[in-house]
């Protein structure tokens, strides 16, 4: 059974502060994504990491992929308030279909 | 152009009753999948559409839950002799090629 676990599962911090959020498993991913979600919607995706080792950045935002596939992080530097959400990991088997397996979610409040 | 939408946003019934759930996937998305995220968890997987066939069905919980695809388009989500248990967000995600989910709203089911 593919698990991922995430880390922290609550994180309440400044407004300028910077934060990492955590996803790791036992198990190699086709690839991982990260989501956004609101209260009241679904996830929204913010980026897929596929190389072992990749880095992504977006904005503020900057995405790694573990060498070995199986962990990623999200660092966010100079958190905003604007940036108060859930943020899930999720990891993709493209021979099972591409069926997502989701960690529990960190749920971030920044706080003015 | 329009997102994937669900319907409805949200449903109370009484325990042991049937529902359905509606979700519309994004036009020309061929595949389409189905979870359910209880509060404070990430989603989890239920099933998944290739089409018109369930390609993989491994995460329905028991025969009460059953979903459909009759057109390749439009699924909905049934729910038979419900229980207090199934209380969660139904959230559907379709895809064109199996690898970015985009997900609706969410349908929030409670029952009583």
């Known amino acids: 059974t593919q698990l991922l676990e995430q880390s922290p599962q609550f994180l309440s911090i400044q407004e300028g502060e910077n934060l990492t959020v955590y996803c790791n498993s036992s198990?190699?991913?086709?690839?991982l994504q990260w989501y956004r979600q609101e209260p009241g919607e679904g996830p929204v995706l913010l980026v897929t990491?596929?190389?072992?080792?990749e880095v992504k950045k977006l904005k503020r935002l900057t995405f790694q992929f573990g060498d070995a596939r199986k962990d990623s992080s999200l660092h966010i530097t100079a958190a905003q308030t604007g940036d108060t959400g859930l943020y899930l990991c999720?990891?993709?088997?493209?021979?099972?279909?591409?069926?997502?397996?989701f960690g529990q979610g960190t749920e971030l409040s920044v706080k003015p | 152009g329009a997102g994937v939408s669900q319907t409805p946003s949200n449903k109370v019934t009484e325990k042991g009753k049937y529902v359905e759930l509606r979700c519309d996937p994004i036009?020309?998305?061929?595949?389409l999948y189905w979870y359910r995220q209880s509060l404070g968890q990430g989603p989890e997987f239920l099933i998944y559409?290739?089409?018109?066939?369930?390609?993989?069905d491994s995460g329905l919980p028991n025969d009460r839950f059953f979903a459909v695809r009759p057109e390749g388009s439009v699924s909905t989500l049934k729910i038979q002799r419900t229980e207090r248990g199934d209380s969660a967000v139904y959230l559907c995600?379709?895809?064109?090629?199996?690898?970015?989910?985009?997900f609706g709203p969410g349908t929030r089911l409670l029952v009583l």
């Open positions: 559409f290739q089409g018109t066939g369930a390609a993989d």
């Open positions: 990491v596929v190389t072992g080792g």
């Open positions: 995600a379709s895809t064109p090629s199996g690898e970015t989910q985009y």
């Open positions: 036009s020309g998305h061929t595949a």
């Open positions: 999720a990891g993709a088997d493209y021979n099972q279909g591409g069926k997502l397996i």
């Open positions: 198990s190699v991913f086709s690839s």
